[in-house]
Nanobody
């Protein structure tokens, strides 16, 4: 059974930083592309960042240059370092992995950025 458990969210002032973590179990972590999505109040869930098994990363334009995704296969954990946070980054952040044909999501962690 695949489980994704996020942590690290919280309240931060604009310009601040947070690091999110997602601990994965039930998958061969080192083989899988991992991703972070986010959902702001009243909006659809949107892609934030993804990292392949080889460590290649892709970012949404809205977070490029401020967020960094990374992974630690020894800990089966993917991270999202978020710097220069803006109020518009306020959202629930979800960890995601696909093990075809299934999509797996974590429970989400709330990030609130105050102005």
């Amino acid at each position: 059974q695949v489980q994704l458990v996020e942590s690290g969210g919280g309240l931060v002032q604009a310009g601040g930083s947070l690091r999110l973590s997602c601990a994965a179990s039930g998958i061969i972590f080192s083989f899988n592309t991992m991703a972070w999505y986010r959902q702001a109040p009243g909006k659809q869930r949107e892609f934030a960042a993804t990292i392949t098994s080889g460590g290649s990363a892709i970012y949404a334009d809205s977070v490029k240059g401020r967020f960094t995704i990374s992974r630690d296969s020894a800990k089966n954990t993917v991270y999202l370092q978020m710097n220069s946070l803006k109020p518009e980054d306020t959202a629930v952040y979800y960890c995601y992995v696909r093990t075809a044909p299934f999509d797996h999501w974590g429970q989400g962690t709330q990030v609130t950025v105050s102005s």
